[in-house]
């Protein structure tokens, strides 16, 4: 018999990558945590993490043993409150890509709340590595990202599918143009999307063109690059989706490329019969206003 306290000391040093933080966690020396540890893998006949100097990593047992451990602690949770308190709302670990506009975030946060739904939301935002490293973890339960073919480890729903163009300052020359080629912006400024899921294809896209601009920012948050170039300061290349006052999206000439946007579930919350999620019939259904 598997004893809880073991199932919470594995899930502490996956939640925070190391033993000794994990050990603060739980409010034990390391050397308990450690103790507790080999015992669980003792019990289950096999090693669950790769130890290094700097981090421990799942092994394929342990991965396994992720999904069940969140969902076993998740059900104690839940009966633990509903003993002494009210019945606990479903929790709902929901990743979003840091390159999806917060505006649609924000409206789907207020529907979400407006419904009235037994859930409690928790946004976590990451990079498309880091959301699929904490679903394969256990450690988000869904991620509104962008959806890859070779991606089979998650079920997936696809929800839409959008390009990429410019964002000029509605007070730039070309403001009436709808579609602009590289060569046209030789002369401007522009500003780095860091962040960007095509930023290499974007500086092969102009250099190939002969057009290479000096770069006046360089950010990873969305909301300053746009509030950069509605001020005037450069133009940059972004998702179709994005807007803001003061700022015009003409297409760039040639620059075809596209991202296909949808939903990953944890393995932990797609089990047939699993209950159903108020949270994403929403993400459904208002991210499917910005498709095609």
């Known amino acids: 018999m598997i004893d809880r306290y073991l199932l919470r000391y594995f899930l502490a040093v996956i939640d925070h990558g190391n033993f000794s933080k994990a050990a603060a ?7 308990t945590l450690s103790v507790g540890i080999a015992k669980l893998e003792r019990l289950l006949g096999q090693p669950l993490f790769h130890r ?4 421990v990593e799942l092994t394929e047992a342990g991965a396994r ?3 069940h451990a969140r969902r076993i602690e998740s059900d104690f949770i ?3 409150r509903s003993v002494v308190e009210a019945p606990a709302r479903r929790l709902v670990r929901l990743g979003v890509l840091t390159t999806i506009p917060w505006s649609l975030i924000a409206r789907f946060a207020q529907a979400h709340l407006q419904s009235g739904a037994d859930e409690q939301i928790e946004l976590v935002e990451g990079r498309e590595r880091d959301l699929v490293e904490r679903l394969d973890r256990g450690r988000i339960d869904l991620a509104l990202t962008i ?5 089979r480890r998650f079920e997936s729903e696809h929800l ?15 403001a009436d143009e709808a579609i602009i080629p590289a060569e046209m912006l030789a002369d401007n400024v522009m500003i780095v ?3 960007c899921e095509v930023l290499a294809e974007t500086s092969r896209h102009f250099t190939r063109r002969g057009v290479r601009p000096f770069f006046v920012a360089r950010t990873t948050n969305d909301d300053r690059a746009l509030s950069l170039v509605a001020a005037g300061m450069g133009v940059t290349v972004m998702p179709e989706s994005f807007t803001a006052p003061g700022v015009l999206r003409p297409r760039l000439a040639g620059f ?3 991202r296909d946007l949808g939903l990953l579930f944890g393995r932990h919350f797609s089990t047939p019969g699993g209950p159903s999620s108020v949270a994403a019939s929403l993400l459904r259904e208002m991210v499917s206003e910005f498709g095609d």
């Open 256 to 258: 075809e490329f596209r």
């Open 65 to 67: 043993l992720a999904v």
């Open 147 to 151: 959806l890859r073919g070779d991606e």
């Open 25 to 31: 966690q739980c409010n034990v020396s390391q050397p």
């Open 160 to 174: 839409m599918s959008e390009g990429y163009a410019l964002a000029i300052p509605s007070c730039h020359p070309l």
């Open 78 to 80: 839940l009966f633990e």
């Open 193 to 195: 999307r860091r962040h």
């Open 52 to 55: 290094t100097n700097r981090r």
